[in-house]
């Protein structure tokens, strides 16, 4: 049954990232340190007109989940591809799997350690001070959007994998979503992004959108603008990256 | 170029084959570097990167309450990123002895060099000369988006002589680990502590705005004279200059030891 296949490939991408240290500790502590940093430093910054809250940690937090989900990315593509590396892969292949079970698996558990993260972010945060204005429905609805989101980046590591079959490869993506993060919203409001390209860059952004509908429940508790918005980024960035990895599936079974 | 075994990086060696293993090392490493996108591009690309996000992002930071620095929060930023630029240049030349070490290539230099301490003085000519090609861009790309610059000619002359400085201290840490570990594995324990250094300076806004933890942790943090240094030696109101030609060069002797001792740690191990 497609169920059983999905939830057999789903506890083993699970468990590939919870049983490794190293895959594990980049997804919970480097967006923790980079949230300690940058909330003391950026702290000042909740002195201009105009700033949305006195609480620099509860705007900042946010970015939190959009790093856990870059991270999500690389080590779903990571994995994928050093299975495809091993051969692993291409045996599954071999199997009576059904093909969208395959990925489906893959992502099921990708979405899984999304949630986790995410709610271990909030726990983190809250530690930190951080005030979720929108409360503990605002948290569910934090996870859910975290999931998404995981997903989303999980299926473009997946597509990367699939397409160049290189673990060296999907880890080249990473500065390029880093360079998305740094060119949005993330630090500072749209409304507060003084130079002009910036402000245009990120407004083109779809990061900033993201960024901003979790940042919503934190700061004015239920944004539905900003949430829809988030929500669709999110939804719209997972549908590209399905369907990139159908594509590129499609085709690697056939080399397979 | 004749490159005589030796068993010892010091004893019985020809007088210059320090400087003739360095140079060919620094031609290698710099062949290598500007023929390779994968490794120019990025080092080229991230401080440009940073500089647009920090200077064009956080320019709002420049009219916060307090805020005063003479030069504009531009030139504030470019001295964070050129700080920043310099040390990964160190590092990224750490990286790139790590994988020379883990393909087999230093291996085989090591017995092939007259004075192995040449290998370690030839990839800081390689960090020196990465960082130059760098820095050119970003301040390159600093002046045409409009960075103003109120200091004199010898101030500029002292700000890239710090920047070059911090180079061979970035590369002084990441060479000492690249030879005691001799695996690009070792690369977070060379890139994290520079970068938590860095990031536990005042970045963003001046020492004095910095309130809490950070503020404690900026003050007793070097990079804080390096920052503070650059942006005084940038806007002509000199800050901490002497203290942060001091500190680079405590770090770049304490570091230089690192290195040889990782070197003979190299040299002997199996």
């Known amino acids: 049954m497609l169920s059983t296949q999905v939830n057999v490939l789903a506890r083993r991408s699970m468990r590939k990232t919870l049983r490794q240290p190293f895959q594990l500790f980049p997804i919970v502590f480097f967006p923790i340190i980079l949230l300690a940093v940058n909330a003391s430093g950026l702290k000042s910054a909740t002195e201009l007109v105009g700033f949305p809250t006195r609480s620099y940690v509860s705007f900042a937090i946010a970015v939190a989940f959009i790093q856990g989900a870059m991270f999500a990315l690389i080590n779903t593509g990571t994995n994928l591809a050093e299975d495809i590396e091993s051969g692993f892969f291409s045996r599954l292949a071999l199997t009576p799997l059904r093909r969208v079970s395959l990925i489906a698996g893959l992502l099921v558990g990708v979405a899984a350690i999304g949630a986790l993260q995410s709610a ?3 726990l983190i945060g809250l530690v930190a001070g951080t005030h979720l204005d929108a409360g503990f429905g605002g948290a569910l609805v934090v996870i859910a959007l975290g999931s998404l989101t995981t997903l989303a980046f999980g299926a473009l590591g997946c597509a990367a994998a699939l397409w160049t079959g290189s673990g060296e490869a999907v880890q080249g993506l990473f500065p390029l979503f880093f360079v998305f993060v740094f060119l949005s919203s993330s630090n500072l409001p749209r409304n507060l992004l003084g130079t002009g390209w910036f402000h245009t860059v990120a407004n083109w952004n779809p990061i900033s959108y993201l ?5 919503s429940l934190y700061i004015y508790g239920w944004d539905l603008t900003a949430l829809w918005r988030g929500f669709a980024v999110a ?7 399905l369907l990139a990895s159908s594509g590129a599936l499609r085709k690697r079974l056939q080399r397979t | 170029m004749s490159m005589v075994p030796s068993n010892d990086s010091r004893a019985g060696v020809a007088p210059g084959g320090l400087w ?26 991230f401080p440009l990167v940073f500089f647009a996000s920090f200077a064009g992002g956080l ?12 030069a504009g929060y531009t030139a504030f930023q470019f001295v964070f990123v050129m700080c920043q630029s310099a040390m990964f240049s160190g590092l990224f030349t750490g990286f790139t002895l790590a994988f020379d070490f883990e393909s087999g290539f230093a291996r085989r230099l090591m017995l092939a060099a007259e004075d192995r301490r040449g290998i370690a003085l030839g990839y800081a000519i390689v960090a020196l000369s990465r960082a130059a090609i760098t820095l050119t861009l970003v301040t390159a790309v600093a002046l045409v988006s409009g960075m103003r610059i109120t200091g004199n000619g010898v101030d500029l002359f002292g700000l890239y002589g710090l920047a ?21 594995q070792a690369g977070p324990l060379m890139q994290t502590p520079v970068f938590l250094i860095l990031f536990l300076a005042p970045v963003y806004v001046s020492l004095t705005l910095l309130k809490g933890w950070i503020h404690a942790a900026a003050s ?5 004279a390096f920052l503070d240094a650059g942006r005084g030696l940038i806007s002509g109101v000199h800050n901490h200059t002497a203290l942060a030609y001091a500190c680079a060069l405590g770090l770049i002797l304490l570091f230089g030891i690192w290195t040889l001792s990782g070197l003979r740690r190299a040299e002997t191990s199996p």
């Open chain 1, 120 to 122: 271990v972010y909030i």
């Open chain 1, 211 to 215: 960024i901003e509908a979790f940042r």
């Open chain 1, 235 to 241: 939804a719209g960035l997972g549908v590209i990256a």
């Open chain 2, 20 to 45: 003739r293993v360095a140079l060919t090392i620094a031609w290698r490493g710099m062949h290598t570097y500007i023929r390779r996108p994968d490794l120019i591009f990025p080092s080229l690309i």
């Open chain 2, 59 to 70: 320019s709002a930071l420049g009219k916060v309450p307090g805020f005063t620095f003479p």
């Open chain 2, 164 to 184: 070059a400085l911090l180079v061979l201290v970035g590369y002084g840490w990441a060479a000492g680990v690249a030879f005691r570990f001799r695996t690009i």
């Open chain 2, 220 to 224: 007793v943090n070097p990079a804080t």
